[in-house]
């Protein structure tokens, strides 16, 4: 069988982290990459063999590409995904879907009209660690779910990224950068959300970027930066998250769920894999659980070559329910009242445990 060709459309930061895994990889070819940056894409093909640098709309309608990997900014997915469907690729793109749900809506509408497939990160749920948990809840270990706690707070990426100011637009926020990580796995973990109750604040109107060419330069901030609020699952049980752009640090632990026989502590979402401690009731101690499901040393892009094997576990359509999830926190935050979403999302297929042999497939990147 012929290579999936996969055309790539914005090469900023995470862009290396895909052109790591997907290099080499088997069953995929990198054939075309574009940015609004011309001289960006000639220096990455420069480095890709067998690979042209394209402006977008030539990738877009390049008989050689099949997948366009969508890794611009989050106010960029939606016209991107939507000029790769209207010339007739799926599409596969980083989180969140897209930075509003009007536009997640016409992104999967357009594809369904289409015949075309969407997917979207984070394919970190996919790894051993939220998988090896999920295996545990769903063989009854910690008993009937009730609860559950996602927290993440840091300083804020200006601290590291040398263009944060997408982080602080209409798409980014903590929530809705680090949100899909954790809302996602307790997706996973819990089932899809029925409704949500939020709460937010925003310590500071400017940032100040802390690194690379702009250091010391003073940006905007059109978002909530500190965001918390209740999620109701459609089972019955009940997650409680923080995000925040405005902590110095936490010692919480990223996830933990709590049954009526047992709690979970998961590793950080952000990361594949990580080790899955289970405390029992009436035991005084927690045991590391051996792990027993999900992509093992996993990296991004798996959840790409998951999409390509079809029929694709990290879908548009768990995305688009994380972003509901997402923004009607911040609806409900705004209002004072509790929302009820209007999505819902299948849970995805659980993921056997796979080696890396066999989820790459190809040289070691
Ligand atoms: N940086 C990280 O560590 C990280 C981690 C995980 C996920 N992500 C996600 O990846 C995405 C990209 O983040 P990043 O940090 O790489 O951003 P970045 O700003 O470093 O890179 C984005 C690139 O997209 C290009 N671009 C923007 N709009 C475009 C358009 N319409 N057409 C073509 N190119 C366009 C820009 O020129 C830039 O090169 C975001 O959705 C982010 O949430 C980032």
Same mark, same amino acid.
């Given at each position: 069988m012929s290579d999936h060709r996969i055309g790539i459309v914005g090469l900023g930061v995470i862009s290396r982290a895909y052109l790591e895994t997907l290099?080499?990889?088997?069953?995929?070819?990198?054939?075309?990459?574009?940015?609004?940056?011309?001289?960006?894409?000639?220096d990455v093909a420069a480095g890709l063999p067998g690979a042209r640098a394209l402006t977008p709309a030539?990738?877009?309608?390049?008989?050689?590409?099949?997948?366009?990997?969508?890794?611009?900014?989050p106010a960029a997915h939606?016209?991107?995904?939507?000029?790769?469907?209207?010339?007739?690729?799926?599409?596969y793109g980083e989180k969140p879907l897209?930075?509003?749900?009007?536009?997640?809506?016409?992104?999967?509408?357009?594809?369904?009209?289409?015949g075309r497939r969407v997917g979207c990160a984070p394919d970190t749920v996919l790894g051993a660690g939220v998988q090896t948990a999920r295996a545990a809840v769903e063989a009854g270990m910690i008993g009937q779910p009730v609860s559950a706690t996602a927290t993440w707070l840091s300083r804020g990426h200006e601290a590291w990224h040398p263009q944060p100011d997408f982080y602080y637009r209409e798409g980014g926020g903590?929530?809705?950068?680090?949100?899909?990580?954790?809302?996602?796995?307790?997706?996973?973990?819990?089932?899809?959300?029925?409704?949500?109750?939020?709460? /937010? /604040?925003?310590?500071?109107?400017?940032?100040?970027?802390?690194?690379?060419?702009?250091?010391?330069?003073?940006?905007?901030?059109e978002v909530e930066t500190h965001v918390t609020g209740v999620l109701g699952h459609v089972g019955g049980a009940l997650s409680t998250v923080t995000f925040s752009f405005?902590?110095?640090?936490?010692?919480?632990?990223?996830?933990?769920?709590?049954?009526?026989?047992?709690?979970?502590?998961?590793?950080?979402?952000?990361?594949?894999?990580?080790?899955?401690?289970?405390?029992?009731?009436?035991?005084?101690?927690?045991?590391e659980l051996p792990v027993s499901a999900g992509y093992e040393d996993a990296a991004r892009g798996v959840g790409l070559l998951d999409f390509v094997a079809g029929p694709g576990r990290a879908s548009g359509d768990v995305a688009l329910h994380v972003l509901d999830v997402m923004t009607s926190l911040l609806e409900s935050a705004a209002a004072g009242e509790r929302v009820s979403l209007g999505s819902t999302a299948v849970v995805p297929s659980p993921v056997p445990l796979t080696t890396r042999a066999d989820w790459h497939g190809g040289a070691q990147a």
């Open positions: 290099q080499g990889a088997a069953g995929v070819r990198i054939t075309a990459v574009a940015d609004l940056d011309a001289q960006r894409a000639a030539e990738l877009y309608a390049d008989p050689e590409v099949d997948t366009v990997l969508n890794l611009t900014i939606d016209e991107v995904a939507l000029a790769a469907i209207a010339a007739g690729k799926d599409v897209t930075a509003t749900l009007e536009a997640a809506h016409t992104v999967v509408s357009a594809a369904d009209a289409a903590p929530l809705l950068d680090m949100g899909p990580y954790y809302l996602t796995a307790l997706v996973q973990l819990l089932g899809p959300v029925a409704w949500v109750q939020g709460a /937010s /604040s925003r310590a500071r109107d400017t940032r100040t970027i802390a690194t690379g060419p702009r250091a010391g330069e003073s940006i905007p901030v405005d902590a110095v640090a936490t010692r919480a632990e990223p996830i933990e769920v709590h049954g009526v026989d047992g709690m979970l502590v998961l590793p950080d979402p952000n990361h594949f894999s990580g080790a899955v401690h289970l405390r029992r009731a009436g035991s005084p101690e927690s045991e």
